[in-house]
């Protein structure tokens, strides 16, 4: 079973719309961190925002924001007045105690943002 | 500061021929991760060090994957016997320990097996 799900292969927004990309992860622990990540079409993985499973506040870091339902099991990114710059894949991940600390990553979104 | 570094960027070689792959973290930082991720694909796992010490390769393929680390700065992903099913692009990445949130990732190395 895929323990990070991303739903959304493509999403289209606006200059200064927001947008809202999707994450659900699956996982038994208590105790996990979750992380979404930024790939431009240069290749680079770019950190974004963190989010521990214990935090009772969601994480915020400039315009993006991280809507943490942990009921829910879900940690969507929240982009906030996009820019053309934003565009991008945007992956999430999950990191946990049992799996040690290496990340495990969902298969990405392609956010295009356009004029 | 600079941050994670890999060589070479492209490596073309011919199925059956070895290949290493070098990654520099960030100074300072005492874990190291490689991963390998496939075209339109997140990255998965191959191994972590901490400090020199191999903590976990459970996401290495098979055998003719090896990674070390042996002054607990560089480090070297070597794939013997390369196939076609290699190619992708392999990553590194660091971070600050064991409890560091954030791992900082490296360029790559865009592998081609011909």
């Not at chain 1, 906030?80 to 991940?93: E, H, I, N, P």
């Not at chain 2, 055998?63 to 560089?74: K, Q, T, Y």
Request: aromatic share 12%; hydrophobic share 30%.
């Amino acid at each position: 079973a895929q323990k990070i799900t991303q739903t959304q292969p493509g999403m289209f927004v606006q200059e200064k719309e927001a947008v809202t990309l999707d994450c659900t992860y699956d996982t038994s622990d208590q105790s996990y961190g979750l992380f979404w990540y930024k790939q431009p079409s240069s290749g680079e993985m770019i950190f974004l925002i963190y989010q521990g499973s214990y935090d009772e506040q969601n994480a915020t870091e400039g315009r993006y924001s991280l809507n943490f339902q942990k009921a829910r099991k879900s940690a969507n990114l929240v982009i906030s007045a996009s820019q053309l710059g934003d565009s991008a894949m945007y992956f999430c991940a999950m990191r946990e105690p049992r799996g040690g600390t290496a990340l495990i990553f969902g298969k990405g979104t392609t956010l295009s943002v356009s004029s | 500061g600079a941050g994670v570094s890999q060589s070479p960027r492209y490596k073309v070689t011919k199925r059956g021929q070895d290949v290493a792959l070098r990654c520099d973290p960030i100074s300072g930082h005492v874990s190291l991760y490689w991963y390998r991720q496939a075209l339109g694909q997140g990255p998965e796992f191959l191994t972590y060090f901490n400090y020199e010490a191999q903590q976990d390769k459970s996401g290495l393929p098979n055998d003719r994957f090896s990674a070390e680390r042996p002054e607990g700065s560089i480090s070297t992903l070597t794939i013997q016997r390369t196939e076609q099913r290699d190619s992708a692009m392999y990553r590194c990445a660091s971070s600050r320990g064991q409890g560091g949130h954030e791992q900082y990732f490296g360029p790559g190395t865009r592998l081609t097996v011909t």
